[in-house]
Every structure is written in structure tokens, then in C-alpha cells.
């Protein structure tokens, strides 16, 4: 939403970047590319350090090396916070929502950084309190509309059911028109219905202008909405291309794909 | 704390308390002139105000401290030095030995970063460092001799000479922190702290400057406690280090648990139980405490909603039978919530 203006077709760019936890490198000299307005793919075996590449690009841990692009920005050193003011925001793989909020509140939360309003401004029920208050609802209804929940505003995130409560975290997340939406397996737990209209949200999503890195397990998910996948194995890229070229790639096939990837493949 | 952006439901739900209890307030020392007992509601009123603040820092934000004694005491005796040593007028001091507070929590800034218990142990430390200041710079608070010669409050130049005033004083003093809290539900500011307690991670990623609203509530409770500790000072007249201990925190962390975390009036109903309730039991003497003890474990097993809850739930099951024989419906729908 804030980025500053930058013609070039990447809107992240990670440069050889790492990530060391004690003696085990679990990203290790990454490079990726993320091109603007498209959904990017991001797959591997377990323990691959998908997670944790996301999770250095929306910056819960800080690279060991290497570094981090946005737009036009270096973003290296940036926390958390400063990353989703600027535009990145993220869902989270084991569901982070606010169980005691509603519905509503909790896509609130998500427009935090959007308003000003403090302390004195809620005590004095200041015109900035009363304005904000009102187009935070007016968005926020407007997000649990575009994400299917509009109905189940006002119940408790936590009596959600699963399916629901998914939904929700990408709802908190898009609330704000990020630049650059984390989705950390979006589909997990979900059945196949569920799972179809996960990715046809994501489709609509990028199609709204927000480009997408997807951590996700559910194959058809993966291939039937990324525009491009980086594949990672044992921490390190394995393969960059588009979702054709990745089915065909020998050495994600051995990988990934292969005798145990049959297997997995099945069980998504 | 929830119900934002359904303001009708939640207004009509608890608008005729609040009134009934104001206007109970205001009759009350008509009702009840006894010195005394006017004292002890005062005394119940200052330990309200620092219970609030006690409140938004555990109850909203999730922050524990068991430093509060530290907050209280600051703002009592930097309203006692304020107009018993340089002569300035008591609303002035009042406000004051909330700044000074407020400003002495500043030191807690760095420590905002810790949690749970080790955040606890931290306002513990602190608490205890002011304690000592207390106790050892007796040039300045009179030691463990304690502070004497505090003049009464005086408003707008009318000295508040009997307890009634000073009642009066004190209760309108809570009733504005009350009313100035619970402004805070519903709000930008209110929905972020509470965001930073149910899960701090989800609330940076969606932007918010988690170190900063902790340290904001901090202040805020510290401000009222000091605010607090004035109105003590005043009403009291006498300041001993030993008002100020470990214990006194412990106290104000009593009366947040057993009225409800969470809970602004809960707050309240724990200050009016923890200072009013070793009174009543004055009559059985030595055995006040140990009664006092065990009433305390009691109402936890009631559950965690503490008093708060327990009189919510009370409210809906006499609504309910009311409404049953009102309208002779079959029994088996109080349950719903």
C-alpha cells in the first residue's frame, strides 16, 4: 500500500540469503525472485526451509547473511511491524487469530497501521476516533464479504469452524491491500472443496493487485494458481520456473516428485 | 472486552447498572453518615483507581506486574512533599504525583520486552529499589519515622474537612477513571492491546508496534496509581514505607484476579472485597486473615471469571427465572448465552 514507486518487475528480490540455527543451515544462500502482481510458489519436502524463508521475509528472524529487496527498499534490518506497515503481511501455517475478538475485530486489527487514532483520541471520542472507527468498519465488513465470512461477523473467532477460521487469517491479511501477501499453507487441513476455494481466493486476490508467495503442500492448489515456483530442498533452491517447467524438471522430480513423491502426492 | 462496532447491544446491556450504581454512590453517605464506614469506601475507592490500571496493564495488554506498590508509593509521597513542604494546591499535587509516576515507569521501557514471569520478577525488583529509597532517604520521606503533617485536599480553595467531601473526593476520582477506561473498549487502542495479549506475533505481523503499546500501558497504569497514591496520601494523612511493601502490590494483583481479569467493574468488586472485607471480619479478630484467605481460594474456585463473572451469570439466571414466570415458558432456555 505504501511502497515507493519502482518500475522494476520484482517486487522482492532475496539475495543469497541464509538462515543459521546453531549448527544447522536451514536456508542457506537462497536467491528468489518475486515478480509483481504474480502469486509465486514456494514448495519443497518437509524441512525443506520454506517456512523459514517465509518467515525471514516477513522478518520474524533476522538473515544470517545475504540480503533483502523490496520494491526499492533494503528491508535487511527491518522488524516485523515495519515490514507490515510497509506492505507485507503474511498468514501464519498454525492459525494465529485473536479467539476472544470477533470475526470483525480481528480483520480490524489488520487496519491497525492504517489509522491513528490512540488512547485520548478513544477517551475523547474525537472526530479522528469517530472517522477511523467507521471506515475501519466499512473495510473490514467489506473484506469478510470479498472472503466469504460476511455472515459470521460478529462470532467469536475462536468458535469458528477450521475452514472459517482460515479464511479469516487471509481476511486480517488482505484487509490493508498489502503489496506482498504470505500465505504459510493456506489449505492445510482443508478438503478439497475447501482447498478449490482457497485458490480461486488467492486468483482473486493477485488479480486485485497483491502479488502472493505461497507455501503449500496441496499440490493442485499450488499448480492450478502459481504464476512461478522456486522449489528448495535441504535449505538450498532445487528449481525456479514456471509450474510446467517444475513438473518436468529431473532433478525436482528425483527430489520431490519422485518414489516418495508419488506417495505424498496421494495423500494430497 | 469484546462487542466493538455492536455498541446498541452492548450499551443497553450495562448502561441501567452503571446508572444505579453512580446514583447508589451519591445517596449513599446520606443513607450511611457513619466517619468510618465513609472512610473505609474511600479507602475502597484509591484502591479501585490503581486496580484499574492494574487492569488494562494484565487484564488488556497481558502484563503481569507484582510492581504496582512502586507506582502507588511515588505518587503518595510526591503529592505529600508537593503541599506539605512547597505549598502546592492539592489538585496540582494530584496530578503531579500521577506525572511522577508515570515518569518513574519510563525506567520500565526496556523491560516491556519480557513476559510472564520474568517480567513479573523485573516490576518486582523495581518495586522493591523504591521501597528502600523510602525507607533510607529520610531527608526527603522521613524514613521509617514516616511522613506526618500532610495537609487535607482542597478543591477550588474549599478544604475538604469532613469525610463526606473527601468521600465525595475520592469516589468522583475513580468514577473518572472508570469512565475513562472503559472508553478504551471498542477502540483502535483497545483492540491493539488486546491483540498484543492473545498472541504478540500475529499482532506485529498485522503491524502494530507491540514494545510501544506495552510501554503505553505501563505509563497509563502508573499514572493512576500515582494518582492513587495521592488521593491516599490525603486521605490518610500519614505516610509509613510499610504501605508501600511487596504486600501492597500482591493486594492490588488480589483484587484484578479475584474480580475478573479483563474486567473494569471486576476491578472494583475486587478492591471493595480485598479492603473492605478484613474490616467486616474485624469482629472475629485474629482470625480475619485466615477467614479472609480462604474466602480468596473460594472465589477462585468459582471460576476464572472471578467476581465479575460469577455476578454476570447471576444477573442472566434471576433474568431468567424472572422472565419464566413472567411469561410461564417451559424451563431449559436459561442456558443460552
Given at each position: 500500500?505504501?511502497?515507493?514507486?519502482?518500475?522494476g518487475?520484482?517486487?522482492?528480490?532475496?539475495?543469497?540469503?541464509?538462515?543459521?540455527?546453531g549448527?544447522?543451515?536451514?536456508?542457506?544462500a537462497?536467491?528468489?525472485?518475486?515478480?509483481?502482481?504474480?502469486?509465486?510458489?514456494?514448495?519443497?519436502?518437509?524441512?525443506?526451509?520454506?517456512?523459514?524463508?517465509?518467515?525471514?521475509?516477513?522478518?520474524?528472524?533476522?538473515?544470517?547473511?545475504?540480503?533483502?529487496?523490496?520494491?526499492?527498499?533494503?528491508?535487511?534490518?527491518?522488524?516485523?511491524?515495519?515490514?507490515?506497515?510497509?506492505?507485507?503481511?503474511?498468514?501464519?501455517?498454525?492459525?494465529?487469530?485473536?479467539?476472544?475478538?470477533?470475526?470483525?475485530?480481528?480483520?480490524?486489527?489488520?487496519?491497525?497501521?492504517?489509522?491513528r487514532?490512540?488512547?485520548?483520541?478513544?477517551v475523547?471520542?474525537?472526530?479522528?476516533?469517530?472517522r477511523e472507527?467507521r471506515?475501519?468498519?466499512d473495510r473490514?465488513m467489506?473484506?469478510?464479504?470479498?472472503?466469504?465470512?460476511?455472515g459470521l461477523?460478529h462470532?467469536?473467532?475462536g468458535?469458528l469452524a477450521?475452514?472459517?477460521r482460515?479464511?479469516l487469517?487471509i481476511?486480517?491479511?488482505?484487509?490493508?491491500?498489502p503489496?506482498?501477501?504470505?500465505?504459510?499453507?493456506?489449505?492445510?487441513?482443508?478438503n478439497?472443496t475447501?482447498?478449490?476455494?482457497?485458490s480461486?481466493?488467492?486468483?482473486?486476490?493477485?488479480?486485485?493487485?497483491?502479488?502472493?508467495?505461497?507455501?503449500?503442500?496441496?499440490?493442485?492448489?499450488v499448480?492450478r494458481?502459481?504464476?512461478?515456483?522456486?522449489?528448495?530442498?535441504?535449505g538450498?533452491?532445487?528449481?525456479?520456473?514456471?509450474?510446467?517447467?517444475?513438473?518436468e524438471?529431473?532433478g525436482?522430480?528425483?527430489?520431490?516428485?519422485?518414489?516418495s513423491?508419488e506417495?505424498?502426492?496421494?495423500?494430497? | 472486552?469484546s462487542?466493538?462496532?455492536?455498541?446498541?447491544?452492548?450499551?443497553?446491556?450495562?448502561?441501567?447498572?452503571?446508572?444505579?450504581?453512580?446514583a447508589?454512590?451519591?445517596?449513599?453517605?446520606?443513607?450511611?453518615?457513619?466517619?468510618?464506614a465513609?472512610?473505609?469506601l474511600?479507602?475502597?475507592?484509591?484502591?479501585?483507581?490503581?486496580?484499574?490500571?492494574?487492569?488494562?496493564?494484565?487484564?488488556?495488554?497481558?502484563q503481569?506486574?507484582?510492581?504496582?506498590?512502586?507506582?502507588?508509593?511515588?505518587?503518595?509521597?510526591?503529592?505529600?512533599?508537593?503541599?506539605?513542604?512547597?505549598?502546592?494546591?492539592?489538585p496540582?499535587?494530584l496530578?503531579?504525583?500521577?506525572?511522577?509516576?508515570?515518569?518513574?515507569?519510563?525506567?520500565?521501557?526496556?523491560?516491556?520486552?519480557?513476559?510472564?514471569?520474568?517480567?513479573?520478577?523485573?516490576?518486582?525488583g523495581?518495586s522493591?529499589?523504591?521501597?528502600?529509597?523510602?525507607q533510607?532517604?529520610e531527608?526527603l520521606?522521613?524514613?521509617?519515622?514516616?511522613?506526618?503533617?500532610?495537609p487535607?485536599?482542597?478543591?477550588?480553595?474549599?478544604?475538604?474537612?469532613d469525610?463526606?467531601?473527601s468521600?465525595?473526593?475520592?469516589?468522583?476520582v475513580?468514577?473518572?477513571?472508570?469512565?475513562?477506561?472503559?472508553?478504551?473498549?471498542?477502540?483502535?487502542?483497545?483492540?491493539?492491546?488486546?491483540?498484543?495479549?492473545?498472541?504478540?506475533d500475529a499482532?506485529?505481523?498485522?503491524?502494530?508496534g507491540?514494545?510501544?503499546?506495552?510501554?503505553?500501558?505501563?505509563?497509563?497504569?502508573?499514572?493512576?496509581?500515582?494518582?492513587?497514591?495521592?488521593?491516599?496520601?490525603?486521605?490518610?494523612?500519614?505516610?509509613?514505607?510499610?504501605?508501600?511493601?511487596?504486600?501492597?502490590?500482591?493486594?492490588?494483583?488480589?483484587?484484578v484476579?479475584?474480580?475478573?481479569?479483563?474486567?473494569?467493574a471486576?476491578?472494583?468488586?475486587?478492591?471493595?472485597?480485598?479492603?473492605?472485607?478484613?474490616?467486616?471480619?474485624?469482629?472475629?479478630?485474629?482470625?480475619?486473615?485466615?477467614?479472609?484467605?480462604?474466602?480468596?481460594?473460594?472465589?477462585?474456585?468459582?471460576?476464572?471469571?472471578?467476581?465479575?463473572?460469577?455476578f454476570a451469570t447471576?444477573?442472566?439466571?434471576?433474568?431468567?427465572?424472572?422472565?419464566?414466570?413472567?411469561s410461564?415458558?417451559?424451563?431449559?432456555?436459561?442456558?443460552?448465552?
Amino acid at each position: 500500500m505504501s511502497t515507493t514507486a519502482d518500475d522494476g518487475a520484482w517486487l522482492l528480490q532475496a539475495r543469497s540469503v541464509s538462515r543459521r540455527f546453531g549448527g544447522l543451515l536451514a536456508v542457506d544462500a537462497v536467491d528468489l525472485a518475486v515478480r509483481r502482481g504474480s502469486v509465486h510458489g514456494l514448495i519443497g519436502p518437509n524441512g525443506a526451509g520454506k517456512t523459514t524463508l517465509l518467515n525471514l521475509v516477513a522478518g520474524v528472524y533476522r538473515v544470517s547473511s545475504g540480503m533483502l529487496r523490496f520494491g526499492a527498499r533494503d528491508i535487511t534490518q527491518h522488524s516485523t511491524a515495519k515490514r507490515a506497515r510497509a506492505g507485507i503481511r503474511r498468514t501464519f501455517q498454525n492459525l494465529k487469530l485473536f479467539g476472544e475478538m470477533t470475526a470483525l475485530e480481528n480483520v480490524a486489527i489488520g487496519l491497525h497501521a492504517q489509522m491513528r487514532a490512540g488512547f485520548f483520541d478513544a477517551v475523547l471520542s474525537t472526530p479522528r476516533h469517530r472517522r477511523e472507527e467507521r471506515s475501519i468498519r466499512d473495510r473490514s465488513m467489506a473484506v469478510l464479504h470479498f472472503v466469504g465470512l460476511a455472515g459470521l461477523a460478529h462470532v467469536r473467532a475462536g468458535a469458528l469452524a477450521y475452514g472459517h477460521r482460515r479464511q479469516l487469517e487471509i481476511a486480517r491479511a488482505i484487509v490493508a491491500r498489502p503489496t506482498l501477501l504470505l500465505l504459510d499453507e493456506p489449505a492445510a487441513g482443508l478438503n478439497v472443496t475447501e482447498a478449490a476455494h482457497v485458490s480461486e481466493l488467492i486468483a482473486r486476490i493477485r488479480d486485485d493487485g497483491t502479488t502472493v508467495i505461497l507455501v503449500e503442500h496441496h499440490m493442485d492448489v499450488v499448480m492450478r494458481v502459481c504464476d512461478e515456483i522456486t522449489v528448495l530442498n535441504y535449505g538450498r533452491r532445487l528449481a525456479h520456473g514456471t509450474p510446467g517447467q517444475i513438473q518436468e524438471d529431473p532433478g525436482v522430480i528425483e527430489a520431490y516428485l519422485g518414489r516418495s513423491g508419488e506417495n505424498e502426492r496421494a495423500q494430497a | 472486552m469484546s462487542a466493538s462496532f455492536d455498541p446498541s447491544a452492548r450499551r443497553r446491556a450495562v448502561r441501567p447498572v452503571t446508572l444505579l450504581v453512580v446514583a447508589a454512590l451519591i445517596v449513599l453517605p446520606w443513607i450511611e453518615p457513619d466517619k468510618f464506614a465513609l472512610h473505609i469506601l474511600s479507602l475502597i475507592a484509591i484502591a479501585s483507581i490503581a486496580a484499574m490500571g492494574l487492569q488494562v496493564l494484565l487484564g488488556y495488554s497481558g502484563q503481569l506486574s507484582i510492581g504496582q506498590a512502586a507506582f502507588y508509593g511515588i505518587g503518595a509521597y510526591t503529592s505529600a512533599l508537593l503541599t506539605a513542604k512547597l505549598g502546592v494546591p492539592f489538585p496540582l499535587a494530584l496530578v503531579g504525583a500521577g506525572a511522577a509516576a508515570a515518569i518513574a515507569s519510563l525506567l520500565m521501557v526496556p523491560i516491556t520486552r519480557l513476559t510472564g514471569a520474568y517480567l513479573a520478577v523485573a516490576t518486582l525488583g523495581f518495586s522493591i529499589i523504591v521501597y528502600l529509597f523510602i525507607q533510607n532517604e529520610e531527608w526527603l520521606t522521613g524514613g521509617s519515622y514516616g511522613f506526618i503533617g500532610i495537609p487535607r485536599a482542597e478543591l477550588f480553595g474549599y478544604v475538604l474537612r469532613d469525610q463526606m467531601s473527601s468521600y465525595y473526593l475520592n469516589v468522583g476520582v475513580a468514577a473518572i477513571v472508570y469512565f475513562t477506561f472503559a472508553r478504551i473498549e471498542g477502540s483502535r487502542f483497545g483492540r491493539a492491546i488486546n491483540a498484543i495479549r492473545q498472541d504478540a506475533d500475529a499482532a506485529r505481523a498485522s503491524g502494530i508496534g507491540v514494545t510501544l503499546l506495552k510501554s503505553e500501558c505501563f505509563v497509563i497504569a502508573a499514572f493512576v496509581a500515582g494518582v492513587a497514591g495521592s488521593l491516599y496520601a490525603h486521605e490518610v494523612r500519614y505516610l509509613a514505607p510499610n504501605d508501600f511493601t511487596f504486600w501492597k502490590s500482591i493486594e492490588m494483583l488480589i483484587m484484578v484476579v479475584i474480580g475478573g481479569v479483563g474486567s473494569l467493574a471486576g476491578a472494583i468488586l475486587g478492591a471493595a472485597v480485598v479492603v473492605g472485607l478484613p474490616e467486616y471480619l474485624r469482629a472475629i479478630g485474629d482470625y480475619r486473615m485466615l477467614v479472609f484467605g480462604a474466602i480468596l481460594i473460594a472465589t477462585m474456585l468459582f471460576g476464572e471469571g472471578g467476581l465479575a463473572a460469577l455476578f454476570a451469570t447471576l444477573g442472566r439466571r434471576v433474568a431468567a427465572v424472572a422472565m419464566r414466570s413472567a411469561s410461564k415458558l417451559p424451563p431449559g432456555n436459561e442456558a443460552a448465552r
